[in-house]
């Protein structure tokens, strides 16, 4: 069984900043794609930012600048910094990995921005 553990979320003003750590554990040999999405109420999932094995970065319109994404191989662990926090940016953020054949999603991890 393959787990992803999500922390850092919570609520800041907007301007702040955030850092959300996403943790792999279990039969994992191979990770191929670490990202975040994030999904607000009464819209669709959508990415945030994404991370090759091979460190090519991937990020949406919205965020690219103010967060950036990161992965620590020896840890399989992905993060994300987010900086100038808007409230547009309130959602539930998911951690997301590939492997070969197989796609894991974490529980999610709250953030609320406030004006």
């Known amino acids: 069984q393959v787990q992803l553990v999500e922390s850092g979320g919570g609520s800041v003003q907007t301007g702040g900043s955030l850092t959300l750590s996403c943790l792999a554990s279990?039969?994992?040999?191979?990770?191929?794609?670490m990202g975040w999405y994030r999904q607000a109420p009464g819209k669709q999932r959508e990415l945030v930012a994404r991370i090759t094995s091979g460190g090519s970065l991937n990020y949406a319109d919205s965020v690219r600048g103010r967060f950036t994404i990161s992965r620590d191989n020896a840890k399989n662990t992905v993060y994300l910094q987010m900086n100038s926090l808007k409230p547009e940016d309130t959602a539930v953020y998911y951690c997301?990995?590939?492997?070969?054949?197989?796609?894991?999603w974490g529980r999610g991890t709250q953030v609320t921005v406030s004006s």
């Open positions: 279990g039969n994992i040999f191979t990770i191929k794609t």
């Open positions: 997301n990995i590939t492997v070969p054949m197989s796609v894991y």
